[in-house]
């Protein structure tokens, strides 16, 4: 099967090359670095994320830093000024969006994605038109790997998730697990990730299939899934469509724990029902966290909005934060001057913990944590145990795990390899895979 990360980046990329629009990113990136030859009066950064859809902390989140970074000048006396936009989960609207954001050249920098699907599209976008795409939701292992410069991710790469998820589910006792996945960049590239670190624990997998977002009939998989022999179920997709696969596997009386790569938004309790009682989530926050960074910003957010963070609130609070510490420290609105001051700076400690950056944009290792769903809340039941140390002469993790055997049939793509492909996908099948043992991995 063609690795589906690199076929929607390459597909995008070549369907732009084609159209009339695309050489004027080239200009307005010239613009930009016109316009932003000097220091502006006000630092402008595009926000782009579904709001209305998921209705989180990020927009809260974003607002309180903006008060601070205001107030107390931590952007060196610059004002910051942040243009709101809802892509409302809707590639469209977020075509129109990074085409507005592009076409701004007193634009500094763009704060989201939620969906990696649309984040790989818009960022060849931003790349072309010099604009610093900071990424706080995307998890696709392979975004950082391409040579950008105007990239940075914020967040926990899809291949770290599926290694620390595994060791929970080692100290957890798991050996036998079930995989259902959605055929989109981020539930596919997860998915793959998750196989090949859980193949590494020598755990067993039991059950595989995928599912479309538009043909999310779950009916056969989960009465399958009930004749399954399996410590756990892993759900790699998002929601509303993770909702449908909960609540028809509570309403076929599915007992399995469930796992999910979901956020416990309304959107996801309004489409699992009652089913969302009990299952559990893999996330990135833990509002708990005793550090002082984290208790003084819990505490702020508190008053402010009385309510307690999220983890979108804590991704965009410290997002903007930094971004602000290095327009002071550069002394410059240009993104490209942004973009090495981010990759390159000592480490910060913000609300959500430690980032610290590679030259490719890449935040280094940091911990997930397992929730589960109780009542109207979901709390922390295990934080994910470190990373085995590594030797200075092995090679990196992705390098040393060998790779699964896939059975054909709905299957998560290869691992993405550095260089696009321009082939056309090739189409998945939508039938469920039932396999009792998977042949050895090859070798690599």
């Known amino acids: 099967m063609k690795k589906l990360l690199l076929l929607v980046f390459s597909a995008?990329?070549?369907?732009?090359?084609?159209?009339?629009?695309?050489r004027s990113f080239d200009a307005m990136g010239e613009r930009r670095f016109q316009a932003l030859a000097h220091m502006p009066k006000e630092i402008v950064v595009g926000i782009c994320w579904p709001f209305s859809i998921n209705q989180d902390g990020m927009g809260d989140g974003l607002q309180l830093a903006l008060e601070e970074i205001n107030a107390h000048k931590i952007a060196g006396g610059i004002p910051m000024r942040l243009v709101l936009r809802d892509d409302r989960d809707d590639w469209d609207r977020a075509k129109r969006i990074a085409i507005e954001f592009s076409e701004t050249p007193e634009m500094s920098a763009v704060v989201g994605y939620y969906d990696?699907?649309?984040a790989i599209k818009a960022s060849t976008m931003y790349e072309s038109s010099r604009l610093l795409h900071i990424m706080v939701g995307v998890n696709a292992a392979h975004m950082t790997a391409h040579g950008l410069q105007y990239i940075l991710r914020t967040i926990v790469a899809s291949d770290k998730i599926a290694r620390a998820l595994a060791r929970i589910s080692a100290a957890r006792g798991y050996k036998k697990f079930a995989m259902v996945w959605e055929r989109e960049a981020f539930g596919e590239d997860l998915a793959y990730q998750f196989h090949v670190a859980m193949d590494a624990q020598g755990a067993q997998l039991v059950y595989q299939t995928s599912y479309d977002r538009d043909h999310d009939d779950f009916r056969l998989t989960v009465n399958q899934l009930k004749g399954v022999d399996a410590d756990f179920i892993f759900l790699s997709g998002l929601e509303p469509w993770a909702g449908d696969f909960v609540a028809m596997a509570t309403e076929v009386g599915l007992k399995t724990q469930i796992i999910g790569a979901f956020s416990d938004t309304p959107d996801m309790r309004a489409h699992a029902g009652p089913g969302i009682e009990g299952s559990m989530l893999v996330d990135f926050y833990d509002v708990n966290s005793p550090t002082p960074e984290n208790q003084a910003f819990v505490a702020t957010f508190?008053?402010?909005?009385g309510r307690l963070p999220d983890t979108w609130a804590a991704q965009g609070y410290d997002a903007l934060r930094m971004l602000a510490g290095a327009v002071r420290a550069t002394g410059s609105a240009n993104p490209l001057d942004l973009s090495y001051a981010l990759r390159y700076m000592d480490p910060y400690e913000g609300a959500n913990g430690r980032y610290k950056f590679d030259g490719q944009g890449e935040l280094e290792d940091k911990p997930i944590y397992l929730y589960?769903?109780?009542?109207?809340?979901s709390s922390v039941v295990q934080a994910s145990p470190p990373p085995p140390p590594v030797t200075p002469d092995a090679p990196p993790p992705s390098e040393r795990l060998p790779v699964p055997s896939l059975t054909p049939h709905a299957v998560p793509p290869s691992a993405p390899s550095p260089t696009p492909s321009l082939s056309p996908p090739s189409t998945?099948?939508?039938?469920?895979?039932?396999t009792s043992?998977?042949?050895?991995?090859?070798?690599p």
Request: net charge positive; hydrophobic share 40%.
């Open 116 to 118: 990696d699907g649309k």
């Open 372 to 377: 589960v769903v109780r009542g109207n809340s």
């Open 302 to 305: 508190r008053h402010r909005f």
């Open 428 to 434: 998945a099948s939508s039938t469920p895979t039932h």
């Open 12 to 22: 995008a990329l070549l369907a732009w090359l084609l159209a009339p629009q695309w």
């Open 437 to 443: 043992a998977l042949p050895p991995p090859p070798t």
